[in-house]
Every structure is written in C-alpha cells, then in structure tokens.
C-alpha cells in the first residue's frame, strides 16, 4: 500500500468515529496541520524526480480534495444535529399562561410638583433643595422667628435632640438662608420638599410638602410679588379670571406679609375654583424681612424681595377634588390607580391659559 494509500484509509477509519467540533477539529490537525500527515506529504515534493512527482502530486490533491471534502460534510453533520439538539431542549411552551405587569402611577404630589416646577420655571425659578433635619438656627432664629413663638413649642416641631438644636424642618423657609448662605444675590428660586409638624387630622397630616419660593434682586416690589403670584394662580388651576385675594397677615420673616386667599363655591357638591362669595387661603407670603437678609449674609440696603410659602398636598386636592389627605400617605395601590397619573401624561398646564 502507497504512502497516500494508508493515509487514506487511516483518514477514514477516524472520520466515522467523529461525533464532535472538537474531534473534527483534533483530525484537521491531524491531517492538514504544520506537521499534519497531508502536509508532510507535500513537503515531500520537492525531493521527488521530475518524472514521479507530477502523478504524486496529482494523487496527493485529488486525496487532499477528498478529505477536505470529508471534513467539511462532516461539519454540516455536526451543526445540523447540533441545531435539532437545541430545538429539541429550548422549545417554548406556548401553553404557559402570559405574565401580568402592573403599571406604575405618578402620585398626585409628585404631579403637581412637576406642575408647579414647570410654570415657576417659565418665569425663570430654578428649583433649590434643603435637607429634612434642619438646625433651629435655621428653621427659627435666622428666620427672625422669636424664641417664645408659639411654633418654636414641642407640642408643635418635631425636635430630634433634648437640647433642642436639631430637627425635622416645620416649613421649607429654612432653605431661603441655606441658599443665600451659598450663593450671591440675585437669587430666584423654588423650594419643593417635606416638612413636618406634630399635627394629624383629615387635613393635616405629621409630613406634608411645602413649596418655597424666594426672589431676591436690586429692584423688586410687592409688585413683582404679585403679579408672580397671579401668573401661577392662573396657570395652575387652568382658569383666566380668577377671583383672588392679598390678605394682611404676620409672619416673622416677612414684612409686610400676606395671605392669599381664591373664590371658590360648592356646585352639585364639587368645588369650583375661581368663582364663588367663599374665600380658600393658599399661601402665605411677603416682602423679606430684613433681620432675615442679614442673617443671610445679604445687604438689605442694596437687595429686596420677597419669599412665599404654600402647601403642595392642599393645591392637589383641590386641583384634583381629593378630600382626605391622609389617603397621600397610606400607600395604597388602589387609591393611586385611581388618582395617579400615567408617566407619559403631559401635564395640563402644557395647555395652560399663556399658550
Ligand atoms: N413658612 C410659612 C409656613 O410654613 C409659609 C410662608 C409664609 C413662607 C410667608 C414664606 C412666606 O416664604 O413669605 O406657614
């Protein structure tokens, strides 16, 4: 038997016996690799005579060719067994019953924040954040808010040490002083968040949220004060002509100071917002007081403005006729289906009254 011969019959022998990538791989190297049977055979060409190596190279491809040929059938061989194996082990069972998703909701609070954010933002706010524990010094002094002010009282604030130095912030004025502490006038901001107060009923609750707002420039009056409060009236509960009222009221960090108050009547038991002999007080507001100014590090002789408070949970109930507030907090599924509101909503005043 020839060389070729015994390589051919050795070749066919292991071939059959191939079940795997890996044993086809392990003959090609066999075969056709640097030291491989075939290969040694074409090395050897060049030390054979004229007259033999021309038929001995004519063998020794036609048996390359065939092998080659082998191998590569064989491969297919593998590949497709290899598919059927998967099919047959990775199959779906198109009889499984499908899984539900429940779909998220954005609470009304967070709504109407993005709501309010929104309408601020169009007059130039920018949104500022303070931290739930508050120092006294800030919740209080610095907001000139004497030390025998009825709030100041355990009865009222929620203190976190005996000495009274820390504790849950009663309102986000304290954020006004944070912010003017770290910056330098001018300053136009919004202040959402969380305040807390020893109160609960069907409309207090111990944490409730809180919008701040603070500007604080060369020239700004009450006017500015009111006409910003107008404007965001008007956007937010989506109605032109508004019956609102500037109210005289007293706050220690405001002078003057005001509350405002919107018409409103009951019709077919449901609140209407704008119109109406009643009177809903919203925010508190006023021009700030200067001890406020100087505690902050600011000039009063040279900046003025004003500063405004309201209540976030109190506008969402009334924009959205919820009448227990106590419902916000009690993290139930079945009240946020109903008055949450899908991510994707845009939110109303996109359609507001200035566009
Ligand atoms: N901090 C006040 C409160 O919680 C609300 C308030 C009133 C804030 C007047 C202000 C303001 O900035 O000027 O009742």
Request: charged share 30%.
């Given at each position: 038997m020839s060389d070729l011969d015994k390589i051919n019959s050795i070749f066919n022998a292991k071939i059959d016996s191939v079940k795997t990538k890996i044993d086809l791989q ?108 508050e120092t006294e010094y800030n919740n209080f002094t610095a907001l000139n808010t004497p030390e025998d002010h009825p709030a100041r009282d355990m009865h009222d604030t929620f ?144 900046y003025q403005g004003f500063a405004f408070g309201m209540g976030i949970d109190r506008l969402a109930m009334l924009k959205y006729g919820i009448n227990d507030l106590r419902a ?28």
């Amino acid at each position: 038997m020839s060389d070729l011969d015994k390589i051919n019959s050795i070749f066919n022998a292991k071939i059959d016996s191939v079940k795997t990538k890996i044993d086809l791989q392990n003959i090609k190297t066999e075969f056709f690799g640097k030291n491989g049977q075939i290969t040694q055979q074409f090395k050897k060409l060049g030390s054979l005579d004229q007259n033999k190596r021309k038929e001995f190279a004519s063998n020794l491809n036609k048996i390359k060719d065939d092998l080659t040929t082998q191998i590569e059938q064989k491969n297919l061989e593998i590949e497709n067994f290899e598919i059927n194996e998967k099919l047959k082990n990775e199959k779906v069972d198109i009889t499984l019953p499908a899984r539900t998703y429940q779909k998220g909701k954005i609470h009304p609070v967070s709504q109407v924040i993005d709501e309010i954010t929104s309408i601020f933002s169009e007059l130039g706010f920018t949104v500022a954040e303070g931290p739930d524990v508050e120092t006294e010094y800030n919740n209080f002094t610095a907001l000139n808010t004497p030390e025998d002010h009825p709030a100041r009282d355990m009865h009222d604030t929620f203190y976190l040490e005996k000495n009274k130095k820390l504790l849950l912030r009663t309102h986000t004025s304290p954020v006004q002083i944070r912010a003017m502490l770290s910056g330098k006038p001018p300053f136009k901001i919004i202040v959402p968040g969380r305040t807390y107060r020893c109160d609960s009923d069907q409309t207090h609750a111990p944490m409730f949220h809180q919008l701040e707002g603070l500007h604080i420039d060369k020239k700004i009056t009450m006017g500015h004060l009111k006409g910003c409060l107008d404007y965001f009236i008007k956007e937010f509960f989506e109605v032109k002509n508004i019956k609102m009222r500037f109210r005289p009221s007293h706050f220690p960090f405001t002078e003057p100071s005001a509350e405002v108050d919107i018409g409103y009547k009951i019709e077919n038991e449901k609140i209407v917002i704008g119109e109406g002999d009643k009177w809903l007080e919203i925010l508190g507001c006023g021009m700030v007081h200067p001890n406020v100014l100087i505690n902050a590090k600011v000039n009063p002789k040279k900046y003025q403005g004003f500063a405004f408070g309201m209540g976030i949970d109190r506008l969402a109930m009334l924009k959205y006729g919820i009448n227990d507030l106590r419902a916000f907090f009690e993290t139930d599924f079945r009240w946020l289906n109903h008055f949450g509101f899908d991510p994707l909503d845009v939110p109303t005043n996109y359609r507001g009254l200035s566009k």
